[in-house]
């Protein structure tokens, strides 16, 4: 197999990945002889492309599941999608209204059967993007969270938790997107910076007409849902008014005063209009004093008649311009302030949140929660890096029931059905509804018809909450091969930003399910973030298409470039640079291959290189070493760096300088042989990181014997060969000799093509002459001499206690050189003299600050040491 001159991704990613499908190297089976590693991906909504930080975590996970699989475990890499009832239902109401339909005028079968069409035809997407990326997963396993089994799945277990009596139906607060016509949970909230404004109103005392008590607000259109006023009963301000009434202004509706320790004193004027229908503090402020709830807003963010005629059905943005205009002419607001302030915004339609009274299905969650959060605490599961454990315990400490009801028809539909009466029975279906209805009403004679089902479906969480246990379909049959084998998984990739929302609730279920946690690992990623440390978004416009990268880089390139600078927890800087320096490191891998692939064996040549390969075998198996420690403690960007550093400096920049023969020179086959072994090692350490050219050089190997692929090959496990330590500690002495060597090149301007001498005075020249032949070779020498005193015209260096010398003559212009150096030890006398003047200045050593001191000190030292080189060179020249 003839090698390019060049590597060029487009000719090898797609051959290799389609091999790799068609020999079922991702596909995992039950194998009670080998260990189960089993991953499942955080499913990505139906309706999403590949982004920059899924190609962070999926690579991640993908180098994972591929060191997994080369140690000769069952591999298991669980793919799937979301349904993501929000997102999908949005976009689906969208391509109807490009064809003229809306979704008013469609029954809910009608709806849903254009939402699987257009599943159908893009839910999948994003999964064959992956394929692109090198992800190895087991894609006969692919799920949807919306499959019938699934489905059941989670029809199952709200059925089974409404039993146990931890679900139930309720009136509270939630977060309300008036444009999409649901609740949405904190995650799906994304609170924006803004200009907001400060509206002071009057409430005029009822005791004493014309006086009034200022009231600061941002949302002035709910003051018709007030029913008190509070301040902090720490407040002197007010102390007096405590108990008195207040008329709310243009309403005239009679309020009292009231204290509660919520309200902040330094905000606003250190009072709070009290309106428990629309925001969480006065909810709670309502339910400690028992106050009255009035909601004033409709569903779609419109007032209702409770805001009175003028106001009604008006959008509430608009009523908040109408009646700060009314408050102004009845001379009842003060003032109008701009402030910064945060707006709570949902995530999929961009609508303002109302916070809002509303009744919905909750989960409790103080029962799951306890249990999960030992388990993370006792490091049962470990979250990586650690430091995240704090804000998982403070999030499961104070953990609120969930709202676990939307308002859409995409979606798993709630099972509760109503009876006439307005009761309600929940159950898996509507036959086994009929029977429990008929129980509890104790009316045989209703039928089928006389049962409406919940509109509503359950919260997408909901049933990703289930994943590690639903994929292998451990609700249908909780004792089937697959749940027994694959379960629990290993580990998980995913973001902080859903270490609740997903995570903790994903442990939840498995101890209340499987009573063992889902996973062992959390392997929490960074935000991939802009060079301004933006957050990337394709409405910023400061994200690059992942696809592009891949096809201008390679997936390889790309791979690497994002783990370069990634460690776990902490956000990764993009820069085009990463994904540069990963193509560079694919062409010098390739370049490498090429040169040793050049190399011709005369079987007549003897070992000539044992030095170099007893060094390189040692630092191999001490990379290795360090590289399976930095997997064990989930340091990926640390493991990815050790094999870089390994396989760029050590290996190309150090091992192959070190063997490879003169210009068309054939090489001895034994070092061919241990440097192909070398080869074979590295393209396997490299495979998890960078599947495609790994295997395409593992395949140029051919001609070594039939051969399987380095998908599936051994990982490497080495041990320290006997002298190791002593193999590393002399090459470093040499190669501080050659380095010594080429700085003086560097200082003198000789290139590394003119041959130069090297003189060594030692009183120990056993090393020296041990590695006389690869210092020569490395340094490019053309006489290695041992002396007692120093040659004329000579520049020296010192290394491992010996000293060694570089002749200049018929190198340099000895003249000139020496006419520099005395230049240069000139400056430096005068230098350091107009230091030593200047610390000798009593009057600045008594007014200078300290740093100023340290850096005058720093600088007379540094002085000194320029010195006493320039001096040295000197005396060489003599």
């Avoid at 609740?500 to 959390?522: D, K, T």
Wanted: proline share 5%; net charge negative.
């Amino acid at each position: 197999m003839s090698l390019a001159k060049t590597y060029s991704p487009a000719d090898v990613e797609a051959k290799w990945y389609q091999r790799w499908q068609e020999k079922g190297f991702f596909q995992a089976h039950v194998n009670p002889k080998k260990q189960p590693y089993t991953v499942v991906i955080p499913p990505p909504n139906v309706t999403g492309v590949l982004h920059m930080g899924h190609m962070l975590n999926n690579t991640i996970q993908d180098v994972l599941v591929r060191r997994a699989r080369m140690q000769g475990k069952e591999a298991c890499w669980v793919p799937g999608t979301d349904h993501a009832s929000i997102a999908t239902e949005a976009k689906v109401v969208a391509m109807l209204k490009e064809q003229g339909i809306n979704k008013k005028d469609l029954t809910r079968e009608e709806f849903l059967g254009h939402a699987f069409a257009w599943k159908e035809k893009y839910g999948g997407i994003i999964l064959e993007q992956l394929k692109q990326l090198g992800a190895s997963c087991d894609w006969s396993r692919t799920r949807f969270t919306m499959e019938p089994k699934l489905t059941e799945a989670v029809l199952r277990v709200f059925v089974d938790l409404y039993r146990k009596g931890l679900i139930y139906r309720g009136v509270r607060m939630v977060n309300w997107d008036p444009q999409g016509g649901t609740a949405i949970s904190d995650e799906e909230v994304i609170a924006k910076d803004v200009q907001g404004k400060m509206f002071h109103l009057r409430y005029e005392l009822v005791s004493e007409p014309g006086h009034y008590l200022t009231v600061a607000t941002s949302r002035p259109e709910t003051i018709m849902a007030d029913v008190a006023v509070a301040v902090n009963p720490t407040d002197p301000r007010y102390a007096a008014l405590v108990g008195q009434q207040v008329r709310i202004p243009l309403v005239g509706r009679e309020v009292p005063i009231i204290t509660d320790e919520r309200v902040a004193v330094d905000f606003g004027t250190g009072t709070l209009k009290v309106t428990p229908a629309h925001d969480l503090v006065d909810y709670e402020i309502g339910l400690a004093h028992n106050l009255p709830v009035i909601d004033v807003l409709n569903d779609d963010g419109t007032l209702n008649e409770q805001a009175g005629a003028r106001y009604a059905g008006m959008d509430r943005f608009a009523v908040r311009r109408l009646i700060a205009k009314d408050l102004q002419e009845a001379g009842l607001l003060d003032k109008i302030e701009e402030y910064a302030t945060i707006a709570q915004t949902s995530e999929r339609t961009g609508a303002v949140i109302e916070p809002k009274l509303s009744l919905q299905w909750f989960l409790k969650m103080e029962h799951l929660a306890k249990p999960a959060l030992e388990v993370v605490e006792n490091d049962t599961i470990k979250l990586h890096p650690p430091k995240f454990k704090n804000m998982y315990r403070v999030w499961m400490e104070n953990v609120r029931d969930w709202c676990i009801s939307r308002q859409l028809w995409w979606g798993q539909r709630i099972p509760a059905y109503y009876l006439p009466d307005g009761s309600f029975v929940v159950a898996l279906s509507a036959e086994e509804a009929l029977g429990l209805a008929r129980e509890q009403s104790g009316n045989n004679e209703l039928q089928a018809s006389d049962l409406r089902q919940d509109e509503d479906v359950l919260d997408t969480w909901f049933s990703s909450w289930l994943w590690p246990i639903s994929v292998f379909d451990g609700f249908d049959d909780p004792d089937n091969a697959d749940i027994n084998y694959f379960y629990p998984t290993n580990d998980l990739v995913t973001a902080p930003e859903i270490l609740f929302f997903w995570v903790a609730r994903m442990i939840m279920a498995g101890l209340e399910y499987r009573q063992e946690v889902p996973f062992r690992n959390v392997y929490l990623t960074g935000i991939v973030r802009d060079a301004l440390g933006r957050k990337m978004s394709k409405q910023l416009g400061n994200s690059p298409d992942p696809l592009d990268l891949i096809r201008d880089f390679g997936a390889d390139a790309v791979r690497t470039g994002m783990l370069f600078s990634s460690p776990a927890g902490n956000d990764l800087l993009y820069d085009q640079k990463l994904i540069d320096q990963g193509r560079n490191f694919t062409n010098k891998l390739w370049n490498a291959f090429r040169l040793v692939k050049g190399w011709e064996p005369d079987a007549t040549l003897g070992f000539a290189n044992a030095q170099a390969v007893a060094w390189f075998e040692a630092k191999l198996a001490e990379a290795v070493a360090a590289l399976d420690e930095h997997f064990e403690k989930f340091r990926m960007s640390d493991a990815l760096l050790a094999v870089y550093k390994l396989v760029w400096d050590d290996f190309c920049s150090q091992y192959l300088e070190m063997v490879k023969p003169a210009y068309q020179a054939p090489i001895d086959p034994e070092t061919l042989r241990r440097t192909v072994d070398f080869l074979e090692t590295l393209l396997k350490l490299l495979h998890p990181f960078m599947p495609f050219i790994t295997e395409e050089l593992w395949h140029e190997l051919a001609e070594r014997g039939p051969r399987d692929y380095v998908c599936v090959a051994h990982w490497p496990v080495l041990t320290a060969p006997a002298g190791a330590a002593e193999a590393l500690a002399d090459m470093a002495k040499a190669q501080e000799i050659v380095a010594g060597v080429r700085n003086i090149r560097n200082q003198k301007n000789i290139g590394p093509t003119k041959q130069v001498a090297l003189a060594v005075k030692t009183d120990d020249p056993a090393l020296v002459q041990a590695y006389a032949p690869l210092i020569s070779k490395l340094a490019n020498l053309s006489e290695l001499t041992f002396v007692q005193a120093a040659p004329a015209a000579a520049v020296g260096f010192v290394a491992s206690g010996s000293e060694f010398f570089v002749p200049l003559d018929g190198q340099v212009d000895v003249a000139a050189e020496r006419a520099r150096l005395e230049k240069e030890l000139t400056y430096a006398l005068g230098f350091r003299d107009s230091v030593n003047k200047k610390l000798g200045n009593e009057k600045f050593v008594a007014n200078a600050k300290p740093d100023v001191l340290e850096r005058e000190r720093q600088k007379l030292a540094d002085a000194e040491a320029k010195i006493a080189a320039l001096e040295q060179g000197l005396q060489g020249m003599e």
